[in-house]
C-alpha cells in the first residue's frame, strides 16, 4: 500500500484491521495507491508496477465528477468519458483536485490498454467515521452541544452521499484478483442520499441535545466574510455517486448511515479528547452572523427542538 496523505491514514488504520481477510486471498496480491495525485504520480506509478503486481487498485475521488461543474444525479461511472472536456475554474480546490485526479486515471486507463497493467480506480466522496483526523463529523457535535443555533447554508437541502471507513476497507479487501474490476471503475458510498439538514437533526438526536437551526444563503455569508469551512457538509448543489455498479459487479452492501454515524458519536462522547476542532474556530462569526441575521428581520432565536 503506497499513500502519502494525512487523510488516508484513517482507511489505512481501517484496512489493516482487516489484514486477516487478505490472508484468506493468499496469491491475490495487489497494490492500493493512495499516492498517485495526478497523470506525472501515476505514470510513474504504472512503470513501477505493470509486470510486478496482480492488481494496481487507484484510491480516486468523486471529485473526478464534480470539477466538471455539469453532471447528472445520481452520476455513473460512464459519465467520465462524457464530460471530457468542460471550462477550467481556476482557484477553486475542487476543481484543481479534481482535473488532476482525472489526469491520474487517464494516465493508468492508457497504461492498462498499453501495457496491461491490471488497474481498477475506486471513486469515494466525503469518507468517515470514528477517529476521522479530519474531524468534520466532530465539528457539528461541537457546535451542537455548544447550544447555539447552527446556521445551515442555503438551507442544507443540496444531496450528497458519504462513505463509512470501514466499509471501504472491507470493499478494498475483496478486489485483488477479481478479473471483472480490471480496466474498470466503481464508484463506493453510503446508499442514503444525505442532506446537512437531515445530519443534524440525526446527530442531535443521537447526542441527546436539541438543535435550532437557521438558514442563511451562501451569498450572504461570503459578503459577511465567514470561512466557508465552518461548515464542511455544506455544498450549494447535489452530488451524488451512482454506486449501482459496485453493488452489481462487487457485491458491495454499505452500512446504513445512521448506524455508523451512531458509532462516530459514541466514539465522540467516549475518546474524542482534543477539545474543539479547527473548523470551530469560525463558531463565534457564525453566531454573530446569525444574531445580526435576526434582528435584520427582527425575529426571535428560533426555538430548540
Not at 486507463?109 to 475506486?122: F, G, N, Q
Not at 470493499?171 to 439538514?197: F, H, Q, S, W
Request: charged fraction near 25%; proline fraction near 7%.
Amino acid at each position: 500500500m503506497i499513500g502519502r496523505s494525512s487523510g488516508a491514514s484513517c482507511l489505512a488504520a481501517a484496512i489493516a484491521r482487516l489484514r486477516c481477510q487478505f490472508a484468506a486471498h493468499a496469491g491475490r496480491d495487489g497494490v492500493f495507491d493512495f499516492l498517485s495525485y495526478d497523470a506525472a504520480d501515476a505514470t510513474l506509478a504504472a512503470r513501477a508496477f505493470t509486470g510486478k503486481t496482480a492488481h494496481f487498485i487507484h484510491i480516486s475521488t468523486c471529485s473526478v465528477y464534480w470539477c466538471t461543474g455539469e453532471f447528472p444525479c445520481p452520476v455513473g461511472e460512464e459519465e467520465f468519458d462524457r464530460f471530457g472536456d468542460f471550462d477550467e475554474r481556476p482557484g477553486s480546490i475542487e476543481y484543481a483536485y479534481g482535473y488532476a485526479k482525472r489526469k491520474a486515471e487517464e494516465a493508468l486507463i492508457a497504461a492498462h490498454r498499453e501495457d496491461k497493467l491490471p488497474a481498477t480506480a475506486i471513486r469515494m466522496p466525503v469518507v468517515g467515521g470514528e477517529a476521522d483526523p479530519s474531524l468534520r463529523h466532530i465539528s457539528y457535535f461541537h457546535r451542537i452541544d455548544d447550544g447555539g443555533p447552527l446556521v445551515l447554508p442555503d438551507s442544507g437541502v443540496a444531496g450528497f452521499r458519504q462513505m463509512y471507513v470501514d466499509d471501504a476497507a472491507e470493499t478494498l479487501a475483496d478486489p485483488p484478483g477479481k478479473t471483472v474490476a480490471m480496466g474498470r471503475a466503481y464508484n463506493l458510498a453510503c446508499e442514503e442520499i444525505l442532506d446537512l439538514r437531515g445530519i443534524i437533526a440525526m446527530s442531535a438526536h443521537f447526542l441527546g441535545r436539541k438543535v435550532a437551526t437557521l438558514p442563511i444563503s451562501f451569498h450572504l455569508l461570503d459578503a459577511k466574510g465567514l470561512d466557508r469551512s465552518f461548515s464542511p457538509f455544506s455544498q450549494p448543489i447535489s452530488q451524488i455517486p451512482s454506486i449501482e455498479r459496485a453493488k452489481s459487479e462487487l457485491g458491495y452492501h454499505p452500512t446504513r448511515y445512521s448506524v455508523w454515524l451512531e458509532r462516530v458519536v459514541r466514539w465522540y462522547r467516549d475518546f474524542h479528547r482534543a477539545g474543539p476542532p479547527p473548523q470551530y474556530a469560525h463558531r463565534e462569526r457564525e453566531l454573530a452572523i446569525a444574531d445580526e441575521y435576526l434582528r435584520a428581520l427582527r425575529l426571535e432565536p428560533p426555538a430548540t427542538r
